[in-house]
């Protein structure tokens, strides 16, 4: 037996391997994650390494190949877990052991500790003005500037006194001497400072009776003992965060560490300050803004049990926590949750086996929890907890209308703003109050429906919208099914047929033209691309420097804006005609989400949704958010499709330059993936172009795998992935692999 090794644990050093033989009298005790000494190098000096994968075989001579001598004794450390999940992610999502490392290791960027100089005067107020005085009438400049920023505050970063003061190190130390100044140091950490700025101590609000009951229960089952997943299913604003702050501070105290995900787009400031508040310096955050190397600060923080929790979006599940103990991952439900990039794994996933690896359970939250965790509460896979009202006193559940935009269109109103929503956003600027405009861009693809019944035009196999093409010819992505672009309605016959999809920028315009005594501000990805462009809009509305804020599915998380007493949906359909399986629940969870944000403080709040689809399930169970109606139907149509969760869904993409050779690929992948499909019940459908068939000159093409039994869809992979490595086109054609 051999062993794969590698000695200098990082994201890095993962593509230098080496082989090590394990003697007999190990090989009982050596598995994936053991930490082992070996022999390295020239000289043969014995050094530490991680086991990271075995063979049976080696390529390398016998004589080359040196033997592992002892296995590192102790406690498993969190690096040994960390290869673990590797290994589980490598096998459960298909990827290379090196894809999976590179994932689930930190890059190492070994940065100097920055020190953080502080100017600090020493003078009273009536002492500052003579000083002041003094330096005017001697014409020392540089001290004058010092001294009147003193005015403004007395404690100043070396940084700004050196760049916006202008003052050199030789004018600061003469002042130093003199008692004017004095200089401060200590070490930072980076990315923490601004909020360490901010930090106030505060103690949460009172827990209310339900809120109480989930801890309770919960830290009791901990304390016995008791691990696993729990799903805390509470309608927005119910306070959940609030309890993951009660249960993390209990975990906290029994000395483990917590992860908390989030969906990226949630975690604003404003988001992080309520857990800084809480945990204090405690707190360590990771997000996709930071360097690398402020993000190897605060994994080193985490390492050393500095820090205590961490907050972050999907990759913070890898946060090496030596002694985690408690998962959270907020807004379950998220599709930011799944990594696009290989291993394709989805944080859900990869929380519960990390959990398992550490002893640690995952509580998994949401206002509208996935089909797949909702249905694991329902069968008591997961513990199933509820939130059923609003948290904060007088706060109550939206009002919610639906427009009817094919009526709007008989009435002759073709504008973007249905007449309800109109004369609601008249009322409400009359009023002072503030209105969110938000539209749905998710999974927007050119799709076609029509304007008087509200139908999109489907695919006749497969129940999702067709996707139209250089404007002429309708495509169906799971099948291939192709036809012309149709002139009248297949449904009704009407000619008011058209592809759908209107702009952010589009609507803000409408919109100051509609209501111009009103102030209009836009948030999409235009507008936020640069550094905290985010949080600048969204904090000036919450300033009320706005009355009308449009966006895309960005505006529904992560801040409360108490002002807000209506928001307009203006296209919910453009969700529920994605080509996407899921894009009835996407929708629901959207609608939802966005109705939670009207009336969250007192006043009564409004929600307006307009559609061409008012008897969808997914819109009429929005409009009554009613989630349990809206889970009883999917779950029906799921099960219907044979779409997760009631089955397990294997995709495989080819993509390669050569078209023929790639029909070539594909031919040979469907006869291999159907060769005993008799026998292992695999339903495949297509192959089909994908969503987008050429990128950059590669052709792709895409087939799904249907089967209840997930082990016979990995079986089939690796068949594929095998097959496939011995092709006459394997090199040219490359294939992926997507579980879902
Ligand atoms: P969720 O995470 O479910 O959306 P939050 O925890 O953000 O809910 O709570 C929503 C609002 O209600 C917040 O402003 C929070 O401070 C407040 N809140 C939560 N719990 C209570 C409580 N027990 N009493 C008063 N206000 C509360
Ligand atoms: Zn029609
Ligand atoms: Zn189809």
Redesign the pocket.
Known sequence: MYANIIVDISHESVDRIFQYRIPQRLEEKIHVGVQVRIPFGVGNRIRKGYVVELSEETSLAQEQIKEIQEIEEGAVTVESQLIGLARWMKEYYGSTMNQALKTVLPVRQKVRQRQMRWLVCPLAPKELDAAIEEAARKKYRARERLLRAFCQSPRIPWAIAEGQLNLSAAAVRAMEEKGIVRLETRQIVRGMDSLREQAVSHS?????GE?QAIVRDFTERYDRGERGTSLIY???????????MEIIAHVLQACRQVIVLVPEIALTYQTVL?FYRRFGDRVSVINSRLSAGERYDQLERARTGEAGVMIGPRSAVFTPFPRLGLIIM?EEHEGAYKSELSPRYHAREVAAERARLSGASLIL?S?TPSLESYSRALSGDYHLYR?RN????G?SVARVTVADLREELKAGNRSVFSRPLREAMEEQLGLGHQIMLFLNRRGYSGFVSCRSCGKAVKCPHCDVALTLHRGERLVCHYCGYRAPAPVRCPSCGSPYIAGFGTGTQKIEELAAKAFPQARVLRMDLDTTSKKGGHQEILSAFARGEADILVGTQMIVKGH?FPNVTLVGILAADMSLNSSDFRCAERTFQLLTQAA?RAG??GAKGEVIIQTYNPDHYSIVCAARQDYEAFYEQETAFRSLMRYPPASRLLSVMVSGADEKVLAQAMTDICRWAEEDSSATGVETIGPADAQIYKVNDIYRKILYMKQENYDILIKIRNRIEMRGGQARWSGRVMMQFDLA
């Open positions: 949460g609000p009172v827990l209310n809120q509470g309608i927005t604003g119910s306070g959940k965060t609030e309890v993951y309520r907020d939250g206002a939130l609003r948290a904060k006193p706060s409360d939670g969250r403080d």
